[in-house]
């Protein structure tokens, strides 16, 4: 259940995000979340999902008042989250010293993103975010995907989500 609500909510990310912000904040809020109580109550993915989903609604409401922080926070979880996704697809490690290097990286260029490319950047943004959830959350739902197909996936929704945000987008 937890895998399907990440790839669901990274595929509307990746496609849909920089017209609804409000999804970009609350999936930050979500993956964050989905991130530290994983690591607090592993094997109880029922706690997992309702306290991740709280979190993102609650970062969703957040919005409002602190915008510009908001966005640096979500370009910085949401790109170093893309950067370690697609590491570990290559054999990276999770938690050693290259994958926190790739993750803080992939935050400081979402920094970027998110400071002087505002709207090109936000398309960015919630493409590679979105990607990367789409990626946590495929191996766990048990479909036949397995090899360069499995490792393709990501990229190919980066690209592609970022390509309908800026085909829709208003001039």
Do not use: C
């Not at 957040?62 to 590491?87: D, N, P, Q």
């Amino acid at each position: 259940m937890t895998s399907l609500v990440l790839v669901v909510l990274g595929l509307i990310l990746a496609f849909a995000g920089r017209r609804y912000v409000w999804i970009l904040i609350a999936a930050t809020g979500f993956l964050l979340a989905f991130w530290l109580v994983g690591l607090i109550l592993p094997g109880n993915s029922l706690a997992v999902l309702l306290l991740a989903l709280a979190a993102g609604i609650a970062a969703a409401f957040l919005l409002r008042g602190i915008s510009r922080i908001i966005l640096w926070i979500a370009g910085f979880i949401l790109v170093g989250t893309a950067a370690i996704a697609l590491g570990e697809r290559f054999g990276m490690s999770p938690w050693s010293s290259q994958w926190v290097l790739t993750f803080l990286a992939g935050g400081v260029l979402g920094l970027v993103l998110a400071t002087f490319a505002r709207g090109v950047g936000i398309m960015v943004i919630t493409a590679l975010g979105g990607a990367a959830m789409v990626m946590m959350g495929l191996p766990d739902l048990g479909l036949p995907i397995a090899g360069a197909v499995s490792n393709a996936v990501g990229p190919v929704v980066a690209v592609a989500g970022f390509i309908v945000q800026y085909a829709t987008r208003k001039s």
